[in-house]
């Protein structure tokens, strides 16, 4: 039996603000006057409680700042300091009790004029994937309850608190939080809602995902359950936002995403809005019943790979960007992300043709630059190359013809670190997914640079980026900065005469399918054969390559995160292992 949704007189928690924040990692003042911003537009418009993201006064992850001393008292002790003028819960780290115990990623209350309490610490700590809590955090053993008015309680949860109870996590834990609270409210406790601080880091398809579990948990504990989302980008993690309320007879309503602001949500009249930060105009959100509208998978993926790149720089203290413009499909996609995370004066495109380089890769580099309106340097390569490949005449001779064909790249490389070093800027590598999981990218060459925007974007998803920026400008009234040319000549790296990819690789729609499936679905190779009727003997030598260079990206630069399997943090292969 579940509790049915109920109605109670008096006062009590009708309108309940979700504070949708973009905190930066260990920027701990920062975080705690973003906090106190949100909460006022809250309180300015009527809310009875507000709440934040999971960790918003640290930021998340915070990694290994919990270790460092101090941080996690100094974390606690903004919390005490802040000025609010409405009940508030705010995402925390906890101190340990002991020296030899770990900190607890808690939720305290903040009400005015009274002390400050700890709620409740995080029960389920995942440790999978991107997420490593177990490293940092102790569990607690019960789910948080807050008695606010009229001997009336809410239910507080954390983040992966409540995904148990929907079946969608990897790890088989020994509670489910969310059948904690419903015991509770059927023993008498008058749970009127319940709220979960999250820090939800998105990839494609994660908008569904994260509706299922506010809905099961509504429907299990018969009242409403809020979700409230952090948004922005934090290193390789990003966060959509998508704060949502879920109600326990299917009606869900979801905050728009990629922005900050306070999602306000009056429980009774189930009217829902949101207030951006930055004063824009109020939006008025529809509520639906079981399911969202439908998410444009491209545009939602260019949002993606923009914030992360904007938050990375802004957060680091990066005002501008370089990279090389081959006249090729990825640095044409990755100019254009840079031009709209930084603004188009603030991104150097290098041009560096080589004797291999065509006419027009030369052409299409200037029309992207042209069009997005960047800064274009022209720096042929060949008086430096020439004299290099003299010099390595006799190794190169001997070896193999790759090795004639990376120096190239090199220098390439060496420019674009130079120009960086000289502008204070930070180069971008431009390689994408597909090339990464072939090592068909140069170490030292194509792959220096602090960021890699398209890092987890495949080859085929790169050509529906460009579409999407295409068409963007074209709404917009602007040139498309991607040429046709660009887009239909056949992918090329340029480092010798008439050379293609697909010289190299299959076509990149049959790669990819190939690579997804082994990487996201966690497929092998006869499996893989199996369900797509693809040759077994080319899928074997596909994988076996894969495989021989993870040494590659051992090395590659941080990525945004945007599919449910990227590599970096959450991909943890030894590199000195037999690999059958």
Aim: with cysteine.
């Amino acid at each position: 039996m579940r509790p049915t949704e109920r109605r109670h007189r008096g006062p009590q928690m009708t309108v309940i603000a979700l504070l949708q924040i973009d905190p930066t990692v260990g920027d701990i003042k920062g975080n705690a006057k973003r906090i106190s911003r949100a909460a006022s537009i809250a309180h300015e418009n009527g809310a009875d409680l507000a709440v934040t993201p999971e960790l918003a006064m640290s930021g998340y992850p915070p990694r290994d700042l919990l270790n460092h001393g101090g941080f996690v008292n100094r974390c606690l002790e903004e919390v005490h300091d802040l000025k609010v003028n409405l009940p508030l819960i705010v995402g925390c780290p906890i101190p340990p009790e002991t020296e030899r115990t770990r900190p607890g990623n808690g939720a305290v209350r903040v009400i005015p004029n009274r002390p400050t309490r700890v709620v409740t610490q995080k029960q389920l700590l995942p440790t999978y994937d991107v997420f490593d809590e177990e490293r940092y955090f102790h569990s607690d053993t019960k789910p948080g309850i807050l008695r606010v008015v009229d001997g009336q309680s809410i239910g507080v949860t954390i983040c992966e608190d409540a995904w148990q109870h929907a079946g969608l996590v990897p790890n088989d834990y020994p509670v489910d939080p969310i059948e904690q609270l419903a015991s509770f409210s059927m023993e008498g406790e008058a749970l009127i809602l319940t709220v979960n601080l999250s820090s939800s880091p998105y990839h494609a398809h994660k908008q569904g995902t994260r509706a299922e579990v506010a809905m099961a948990a509504a429907r299990t504990l018969g009242h409403p359950f809020l979700l409230c989302n952090q948004v922005g980008g934090n290193d390789d993690l990003i966060f959509d936002g998508r704060s949502m309320v879920a109600w326990s007879d299917g009606e869900i309503a979801q905050a728009p995403a990629w922005v900050e602001g306070v999602m306000m949500v009056d429980l009774e009249s189930r009217n829902v809005r949101f207030l951006g930060l930055d004063g824009s105009e109020e939006i008025e959100l529809q509520v639906y019943k079981h399911q969202f509208g439908v998410v444009k998978k491209e545009e939602d993926l260019l949002e993606a790979v923009t914030i992360g790149l904007r938050d990375y720089c802004t957060k680091s203290g990066l005002s501008s960007v370089v990279l090389g413009m081959s006249g090729g499909i990825d640095s044409a996609v990755t100019a254009a992300i840079a031009a709209r995370a930084l603004g188009p004066e603030n991104v150097i495109g290098i041009s560096m043709p080589s004797r291999h380089s065509s006419d027009h890769s030369i052409s299409d580099a200037e029309i992207t630059a042209e069009a997005l309106g960047m800064e274009l340097l022209s720096m042929p390569i060949r008086s430096m190359h020439d004299p290099a490949e003299k010099l390595l005449l006799e190794e190169i001779n001997q070896g193999s013809d790759i090795a004639a064909e990376n120096l190239q790249s090199r220098l390439r490389g060496l420019l674009v670190m130079g120009v960086a070093n000289a502008r204070g800027a930070m180069a971008i590598a431009t390689g994408n997914k597909s090339e990464l999981a072939m090592g068909y990218c140069t170490l030292y060459g194509d792959m220096a640079g602090g960021y890699a925007p398209l890092g987890d974007v495949w080859k085929t998803e790169v050509y529906a980026l460009a579409r999407a920026i295409n068409d963007e400008a074209v709404k917009s009234g602007k040139t498309p900065p991607i040429s046709e040319s660009t887009l239909n000549k056949p992918p090329s790296a340029e480092l010798a005469p008439d050379q293609v990819d697909r010289d190299a690789l299959p076509p990149y729609e049959v790669l990819d399918e190939i690579l997804r499936l082994h990487m996201e679905e966690g497929l092998s190779g006869e499996a893989i054969a199996g369900f797509t009727g693809k040759d077994d003997a080319m899928i074997t030598d596909l994988l076996a390559r894969f495989s021989r260079n993870e040494h590659k990206r051992w090395q590659m630069a941080p990525s945004p995160r945007v599919s449910g399997r990227a590599f970096g943090q959450g991909w943890r292969q030894p590199l000195a292992a037999k690999k059958d």
